[in-house]
């Protein structure tokens, strides 16, 4: 049984590029949230997919985008990056019609902007 | 709005001693709640949950009990190992709908010695 898996593992870019990150979620599940953990601190919520639709966000701006596909994988894509963007990008994944659900992690994208 | 609360690390302990990380949370409704591990360089596990009050989640010699009337989820375990060394998070997550978020705390560092 395949977990989540994440890609890549580590990033390096410079202020004002651009990032996509890549999720599969775990084998069954048909929903995926994101979530950014700075260091020393608890993961953050950044927004929730379901049905190719953006079903929650949380308090980040419109510089993080995302996006399902048909096959339940997911980006998230950060524009113009900022220092303060440098963090683990975790994916999670569950089952939207199943509540409460659990989620279940990947492993995270390191992400560091210099 | 929601929020949870956990002890601050580290939390240095010797092999077998007795183990409370403490765990408190503010929500509005009738949250379930969490402990998830993150081991060094790696995503969140899911250690145990209870999805009601007075319910206990247990796993791998950790329990943690739903207590509604102290707004409190603290995590236990009895005899600690040198494997145990991670850092714990506790979690909620309120039953409102299908779409749902995970808010955590900041985490706390287990340190566990020989």
């Known amino acids: 049984d395949a977990g989540v898996t994440q890609s890549p593992t580590h990033l390096i870019k410079t202020r004002g590029q651009q990032v996509t990150l890549r999720c599969s979620p775990k084998s069954g599940h048909d929903t995926v949230s994101w979530y950014q953990q700075a260091l020393g601190q608890g993961p953050q919520f950044i927004f929730q997919y379901y049905e190719e639709e953006e079903r929650q966000r949380g308090n980040f701006p419109d510089r993080f985008s995302g996006h399902q596909f048909p096959n339940y994988s997911s980006e998230l894509n950060v524009n113009a990056l900022l220092l303060g963007d440098s963090a683990l990008y975790l994916c999670?994944?569950?089952?939207?019609?199943?509540?409460?659900?659990?989620?279940?992690f990947g492993p995270g994208t390191r992400l560091t902007v210099l | 709005g929601n929020s949870v609360t956990q002890m601050e690390g580290p939390v240095t302990l010797s092999e077998e001693a007795f183990l409370t990380i403490n765990c408190t949370y503010t929500a509005t409704g009738y949250p379930s709640l969490f402990w998830y591990v993150q081991y060094p360089g790696e995503g969140l596990q899911l250690l145990l949950k209870a999805t009601k009050a007075d319910d206990k989640g247990s796993n791998k010699g950790f329990e943690a009990t739903y207590r509604k009337e102290t707004t409190s989820f603290h995590l236990e375990k009895g005899s600690v190992q040198v494997s145990d060394s991670a850092v714990y998070f506790c979690?909620?997550?309120?039953?409102?709908?299908?779409?749902?978020?995970?808010?955590f705390g900041t985490g706390t560092r287990l340190q566990v010695t020989l």
């Open positions: 979690a909620l997550r309120t039953n409102t709908g299908t779409a749902s978020k995970l808010t």
């Open positions: 999670a994944s569950s089952l939207f019609d199943r509540a409460p659900d659990t989620q279940y």
